[in-house]
Nanobody
Framework: QVQLVESGGGLVQPGGSLRLSCAAS????????MGWYRQAPGKQREWVAL???????NYADSVKGRFTISRDNAKNSVYLQMNSLKPGDTAVYYC??????????WGQGTQVTVSS
């Protein structure tokens, strides 16, 4: 089965940048949609960004223009470059793989804290 492991989280000041990585233990087959979600304390998990196998991307309005999702199929990895970070971006960030079969896989999450 596919296993996802996120990394790259940490503490950063407002306006700073972080690059999150999501490494898959299994192959990311054609048709798999990769996405990033986040969940802050006391709030529901929300969608942040997604990327199709073709490279087409979509972003939540709250991060559009600041975050960039990318994927490297050769490395079985997905990334989230986060720039101009705000305190409201503080959350646990999760990587998700939506397989063409309909089965979803989630990573364990990585903490991102934006604070001065």
């Amino acid at each position: 089965q596919v296993q996802l492991v996120e990394s790259g989280g940490g503490l950063v000041q407002p306006g700073g940048s972080l690059r999150l990585s999501c490494a898959a233990s299994g192959s990311i087959f054609s048709g798999t949609i990769m996405g990033w979600y986040r969940q802050a304390p006391g709030k529901q998990r929300e969608w942040v960004a997604l990327i199709f196998s073709s490279g087409l991307t979509n972003y939540a309005d709250s991060v559009k223009g600041r975050f960039t999702i990318s994927r490297d199929n050769a490395k079985n990895s997905v990334y989230l470059q986060m720039n101009s970070l705000k305190p409201g971006d503080t959350a646990v960030y999760y990587c998700k793989a939506a397989m063409a079969t309909g089965r979803d896989y989630w990573g364990q999450g990585t903490q991102v804290t934006v604070s001065s």
